[in-house]
């Protein structure tokens, strides 16, 4: 007599694994950050943003490649390296950094044989992408090692911005109606932005009430609010870009979330954000030369 064959194990588990892969990934890396932003030693704090950042900047250089430019990646993975450091190393300014992204880039466009249709858009997203997440990464570095607070201003950052992108999640799912950006996103919704921006505020009150005092409650309710609509600004402005390229994610290494790039684009666009209104608000800066590398 033939048996039925029976569908495996791992088949059966796959459904679970595949609808959870968003809460499961956070379950995994979340102590892991935890760990890193407030424990670990500086330097394990500025390799993790550095290896993180380049693998961001990888995933936007393939936008312009899947375009069909020529991108040179390896040289704009090294000029990124370069302004990363210039946020650690004394010995390495930002604006060293800057200038070889203007001057290094585009003489790789002169001096190879790249198709001279190409030359201005192609160069133009590898200079772009190369300081977007260069600068924007360095401003996550300087956060946690330009004050004592460090390790709390990022946690605020981190928290406020993803669990705000979780509340507007769960909210526009069930919820929404009203689009905020069918051009660039169809699925965002204004309902969930309200939700993303309630959520940001209740988590910025209760990070100030728990383990965040230095932080003024009003403050903390209006650079909450702030940090949510800009993030879901540096959200935006990420998927603009991906529809241009024609990718739904910018990658596929973490499940659930997609690529580097899209866990990271609302904090990177956010970093320098708190960066300022800290130095201004809370160190007394009276100037706008505030990172200096």
Known sequence: MTTEPQPSSAAGRAPFYSRYAREMTALILGPITIWIVGWSHPYVFNAAVALVSLLALYEFLAFGRRKGYEIPVVLCLLVATVILAAFVLDELSVEIGMYLTLLVIPASYVFGKKDLDEALPGSAVAVMATMYVGMLGGSLIRLRGDFPEGPDLVYFNLLVVWLGDAGAYYTGKKFGKHKLSPRISPKKTIEGLAGG?????????????????????????????????????????????????????????????????????????????????????????????????
């Open 197 to 293: 921006v309630a959520t940001s505020i209740i988590t910025a009150i209760v990070i100030q009430m728990t383990f965040f005092n230095e932080f003024p409650i009003v403050h903390a309710v209006i650079v909450g609010a702030i940090l949510s609509i800009a993030g879901v600004i540096g959200d935006l402005a990420e998927s603009m870009w991906k529809r241009s390229a024609a990718v739904k994610d910018s990658g596929t290494l973490i499940p659930g979330h997609g690529g580097f790039l899209d866990r990271l684009d609302s904090i990177l666009f956010t970093a320098p954000i708190l960066y300022i209104y800290w130095a201004f608000a809370r160190h007394g800066a009276t100037s706008l030369n505030i990172i200096t590398g």
